[in-house]
């Protein structure tokens, strides 16, 4: 294999709706263009059973997904689908997805069992996901994980198999609590020698114009220090419309726009990393 060591992403909140898919998917695209000269690679790999990516990229289904390769049903190369559709105006040459569906939901309570019967209770998921997942840093210069708003056995897995997790934050007073604690569950796993670290909190669905979303924006620099915290992602309808028209990301629904800068800036703080 060869010697690349590429960083392994999960974008990951505890509480739903935050921006997590849309962030997972639009950093990847955004890495994958920014490395494309290169011959840089960019994998997204869906963790949640309601298998958001795939649809929003509107790629088409496939026999196998990443319940299959977690359970041995199919290989690595098996359960990748390529992002790219030139065809349809949108070439993502360098993007590719290990898609989900709810047979997730099976496959975690089938390993769940499989631990217990091993007496294995504590490390062998984790084995799973190292052996099943471990090696893209070898294949792939960035690998996204796109989380789902859960936290269960299988998250400590996913920060154990992530270098780093970007937290989006939902600009109101909800989303500030549920990250208190989703940042605490970090910094829990870390307690017990995981080692993950946070790359950064990204406020998203910002309005400038709400005292809420500043004040919000005021405690998370008072509460991590402003270094932690990316440039907001503007609160804007072109999120719900870009997967809606014909599976875009922002970066090429509306390409320049506030929305898609702000990403941008995103894409350039994960690689200047
Ligand atoms: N900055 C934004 N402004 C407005 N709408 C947004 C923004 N970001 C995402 N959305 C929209 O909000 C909804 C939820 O976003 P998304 O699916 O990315 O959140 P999530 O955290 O992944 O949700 P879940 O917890 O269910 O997985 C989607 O319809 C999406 O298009
Ligand atoms: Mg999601």
Known sequence: MSELNGRVLAV??????VGKTTTAITLAHGLARRIEAAGGRVLLVDFDPQGNVATSLKLESREHDLADLLLDRCTFRDCI????????????PNLFVIPSSDSLAEAKS???????????????????????????????????????????????????LADEAIVPVKTDFLGEVGTARHTGDILSA????????IACI???????????????????????????????????????????????TILEYRPGSSSAEAYEQLVDRIYAL
Request: aromatic share 8%; net charge neutral; charged share 25%.
């Open 81 to 92: 689908i390529s992002a790219d559709r030139a065809g349809d105006g949108f070439p993502r």
């Open 12 to 17: 990951a909140n505890r509480k739903g709706g």
């Open 190 to 197: 870390q307690a017990y020698g995981i080692d993950i670290k």
């Open 202 to 248: 990204l406020p998203t669905f910002f309005d400038q114009r709400l005292t809420i979303a500043r004040s919000v924006l005021d405690t998370l620099e008072k509460h991590y220090g402003k270094a932690a915290i990316a440039n907001p992602i503007p609160r804007s309808t072109v999120f719900e419309q870009a997967p809606a028209v014909n599976g875009q």
């Open 110 to 160: 089938e390993l769940m069992i499989r631990s217990a019967i091993g007496g294995r209770r504590a490390t062998q998921i984790e084995d799973v996901l190292d052996e099943k997942l471990g090696f893209v840093r070898q294949l792939f210069d960035y690998t996204i994980i796109d989380c789902p708003p859960t936290l269960d056995i299988f998250s400590d897995a996913v920060y154990k």
